[in-house]
């Protein structure tokens, strides 16, 4: 008797530092192709995963969920051994599970959070692969105001990296938006039903303008409602980038 096709749901966690991000592409080493080979090896034929959603260059993971379809006649600790003997080191498969045949990683999450990490300072050789280091003294509080301005349904194109005419849309429910303090860290913290082409970098670049003194959260509201990308808001760099959970 023939073992039915199942779909799995899969939460993986990955070090983006030395990846082109995790979608396929024809050049460069994507999270997508190395899990798709690592699963090729398991299953004895191409195996193609559909993720919740796309990471840039160099950005991290500790919570990016796939799913795949596969005919596996062992429990799911088994699958997750597989992985775990194949897959480099700076990437983690740390959950599979069958799920309902009409599971689909993207389409069906309902939110993601993002979390960006800024140190103030000088960071260790081991905080530093994974922070946006700022050397500059940063207010808290206006931060935290301008925050409050861009949460909410609003029309995010002045905060994405979108260029030209594109038709996609931009208007976006950023439901949480928090700037909280750890030491020297400073943690922003994003939430949303979808986050445009490197919008939450932009976010994170519009509140260390404000934190700095360059622009104010009234300036980060005007730019807001421009719908027009300004230099005056520059991309955050991607280590310090984290997507950190998929709801569904």
């Keep these: 008797m023939v073992s039915p096709v199942q779909r799995w749901k899969c939460t993986c966690a990955y070090d983006g530092t030395d990846f082109a991000g995790w979608q396929s592409q024809v050049r460069g080493r994507a999270i997508q192709d190395v899990i798709e080979a690592r699963l090729e090896q398991i299953f004895g034929q191409p195996v193609r995963i559909h993720g919740s959603g796309r990471t840039d260059a160099g950005v991290h993971a500790k919570g990016q969920v796939f799913h795949f379809d596969g005919t596996w006649r062992h429990g799911p600790e088994k699958l997750l051994a597989a992985f775990r003997t194949g897959l ?11 799920v309902a045949p009409h599971f689909h990683a993207r389409f069906d999450a309902t939110r993601k959070r993002y979390v960006y990490h800024v140190h103030l300072g000088d960071p260790d050789p081991f905080t530093r692969p994974y922070c946006w280091p700022v050397f500059r003294p940063l207010d808290l509080a206006a931060m935290q105001a301008a925050a409050k301005v861009l949460q909410g349904r609003h029309d995010f194109r002045a905060l994405t990296a979108l260029s030209g005419p594109e038709r996609e849309d931009t208007v976006r429910d950023l439901r949480r938006l ?5 030491g020297r860290d400073l943690l922003i913290t994003g939430e949303a039903e979808g986050f445009l082409y490197k919008m939450m970098r932009s976010l994170v670049g519009a509140l260390v303008a ?4 360059k622009l104010s ?11 027009i990308r300004t230099a ?11 997507l950190m959970k998929v709801f569904y």
């Design 88 to 98: 480099p080191p700076q990437i983690q498969v740390s959950e599979a599970r069958v």
């Design 217 to 227: 959260p009234g300036d980060v509201k005007q730019i807001l409602a421009s719908k």
């Design 232 to 242: 005056a808001v520059k991309t955050a760099p991607p280590e310090g980038l984290f």
């Design 210 to 213: 404000v934190g700095e003194g």
């Design 178 to 182: 928090d700037v909280t303090k750890r």
